[in-house]
Every structure is written in C-alpha cells, then in structure tokens.
C-alpha cells in the first residue's frame, strides 16, 4: 500500500502537470491558432480560409492565420496538420478530396484520414456546372443525353484529372443518365476549361465559384447546375434533377479539422466561433457572392457528413473503375 504522505506527494505532483494544461484551455486562444491549406494563394480552398480567418476573429478572440502548403493534392498540408500538437493552435482546411476521396483511390498517403483528426465544424459547399463548348448545338440536357444514347463513347468530358472531384462527378453523371462519354483527363482545371472554351472538348463539370463568369459571358455554355435547387447567382440554368435526371446531385464543400486528440473543450470553442462567424453577414456575404454556400454545424453534422460520403464515392469508385496509376 501507498503511505499517505506518499499519496499527497503523487497529488500533488499530478495537479502540478494538469495544471498549465487546465489554465492553457482555460485561456485559449492566448495567440493565433494557423489554419494549413493544402493549396496555393489565391484559389478556391485558400479564398475560403482567408475569409473565414477574418471573421472569426472577433468570436475567437484571435484571427486565424493562414498557412498555405500546395502539392501532392492536399496531402502534403493534411500530413503537416496531422503531426502537429493536438492544442488548437493548428488546424487544417479539408475537403471532400483530402477527407473522402483520395483515401478510397490512393493507398500510400501520408497521413490517416480517419485516424489522424477530428472534426471541427463545416464552412461550405459549391455545386458544379455542366457546360458545354459554346458551338455545341444542345439547348436542353435532354437533347444532350439523347444524343449521348444514341451515339455511346462519342461526346468528350474533360476533368482536372483522374480521380478529381470533377472526374467523378462525371461518372455519377454517367451512371444516373444511363449515358457513356469518352473521359479526357487534364492536369488542373484551368486547361480543362480552356480546351472547352476553345472547342477542344465537348463537356466539363466544374465549380460555380470558378467557373461563374465564363457562364455569364457566353465563353462556355451552361446546361444545368448540380444541386437540389437552383443556384441563386445563375437563376436561369435549371438542375440537372429538373433537366431530366432526378436521382443526380454533386456537390463539395469545406470544413476545419484539427489533429487527433485536440481536447473536445478545445473543438467546442472553435466550433462555437465558427458558428457566430458563419451567422454573421460579413461573412455569408463574402461566401454567396462568390457561390459557395454557407454550411454551419456541429463537429457531429460535419463527422456524419464525411461518413456518408466515405460510403457513396466508395461505391461510385468501384463500380464505375476508376483507379489512379
């Protein structure tokens, strides 16, 4: 047995290591968590976190810095997230990409999508386009998809590459229209989207946010757009559900994790900031205007969210055999 001397020692020096721990929560933020992002400055991902690095600040009481790390599609920032101190003080910017997809197709990335974080709340979501080249003769998604029965293989349909976002919203296309296209893979959007603005290929989905204006002037011509009702910036392009293909939907989104192991008081209070930015006008107005859709919620919606899509794009992988070399 412990004598009792021995005991308030072993007391003792046990509330002496929680302590700062206890008086660290207690106090946090007392500087500015970093938020990684997996891509470069300037597009879509990184537009995301600085907008909502910046309101966040007042709820949080600190801003959030934002640290790009681009390559390897994410990977690179989501190994760097993940094998950082669980404290709060880093946090990562994920998508459907980093946190679904790449998981299902590739099997040496560097850190565990289901292991290594937690969630912390979502940010938002963006539907996708399907556009034409603009000298393509369909009016209606149902003079597409006829056309596309009639002649199996002939229509092209670019993507930002194999086992992108776009790719397999492609292929979740095909598979609910009953329809085959010939897959052209690029290396990015930005060519992809060239090589249809020039007539080089037939097809493209891509994301609102990106894509809006080219859709607004004429450059590439929009069929329907991707979500369960229309996108309130282009009013007039019907969803593809409405265009004729009612079991269709295909969206993405972003969200905050932070590494495994983060203290849940911790999660909470980040989640709770989130939730009073993304109320906040500043904030949804930045978001809207560009196309993407303001997604509150808990840590819990967010964990349900990733869950439920593990499940689908797993299925749609095998079943429509996409596979990444």
Partial sequence: MIDLPR???????????????????????????????GFAAGGGSDFIARALASEIAGPLGRPLIVENRPGAGGAIAARAAASSPPDGYTLFLGSAATFVINPALMANLPYDAEKDFVPVGSVARF???????????????????????????????????????????????????????????????????TDL??????????????????????KVKGLATTGSAREALLPDLPTVMEAGVPSFTASNWFAV???????????????????KALGGEALRAQLTSTGNVPLPGSPQDLQTLVNEERASYRKLIQSSGIKIE
Avoid: C
């Fill in 257 to 275: 994790f932070a590494p495994a192991r983060t203290p849940p008081e911790i999660v909470t209070a980040i989640n709770a900031a989130m939730q």
């Fill in 127 to 193: 539907d996708y386009v399907l556009m034409t080249r603009p000298d393509l003769p369909y009016k209606t998604m149902a003079d597409l998809i006829a056309h596309a029965k009639q002649k199996p293989g002939e229509l092209t349909i670019g993507s930002a590459g194999n086992g992108s976002n776009t790719h397999l919203a492609a292929a979740a296309f095909q598979q609910a229209a009953g329809i085959r296209l010939r897959h052209i893979p690029y290396k990015g959007t930005t060519p992809a989207l």
């Fill in 7 to 37: 005991r308030r020692l072993l007391a003792a020096a046990a509330l002496a290591a929680v302590t700062p721990l206890a008086r660290a929560r207690a106090g946090f933020p007392d500087h500015p968590p970093r938020l990684i992002v």
């Fill in 197 to 218: 603005a020039g007539g080089n290929i037939d097809l493209l989905f891509d994301s609102v946010p990106t894509v809006l204006s080219l859709v607004k002037s004429g």
